[in-house]
Nanobody, 121 residues
Framework: QVQLVESGGGFVQSGGSLRLSCTAS????????MAWYRQVPGLEREWVAV???????DYAAPVKGRFTISRDDTKNTVYLQMDNLKPEDTAVYYC???????????????WGQGTQVTVSS
């Protein structure tokens, strides 16, 4: 089974920085889309950033200019560098990847367990 393992969450003051990482392990054929989402209790899960293999990068408006997504395909890892953090960035951050486990099957979205990011004023 495919597993996504996240790390890097924690507490930081407003204006500070954190770097999240997520590594995929298990048996799979391809790993194309790597993304980050976040969720505040009581609200819908929000897309934050995405990296498409060989196709580019996109960011949600609230984080554009402050967050940077990157990937290391040799390590099956995606990163999220978060700079100039604000209290409104406080949420559980989830790693998500579209994984193809068989070359002749469709891909499926997999999720990490989530990591808490708390930004204080």
């Amino acid at each position: 089974q495919v597993q996504l393992v996240e790390s890097g969450g924690g507490f930081v003051q407003s204006g500070g920085s954190l770097r999240l990482s997520c590594t995929a392990s298990g048996m799979f054929y391809s790993l194309n889309e790597m993304a980050w989402y976040r969720q505040v209790p009581g609200l819908e899960r929000e897309w934050v950033a995405v990296s498409f293999k060989g196709a580019g990068i996109d960011y949600a408006a609230p984080v554009k200019g402050r967050f940077t997504i990157s990937r290391d395909d040799t390590k099956n890892t995606v990163y999220l560098q978060m700079d100039n953090l604000k209290p409104e960035d406080t949420a559980v951050y989830y790693c998500s990847m579209m994984v193809m486990t068989n070359p002749r099957a469709r891909d499926y979205r997999y999720w990490g367990q989530g990591t808490q990011v708390t930004v204080s004023s």
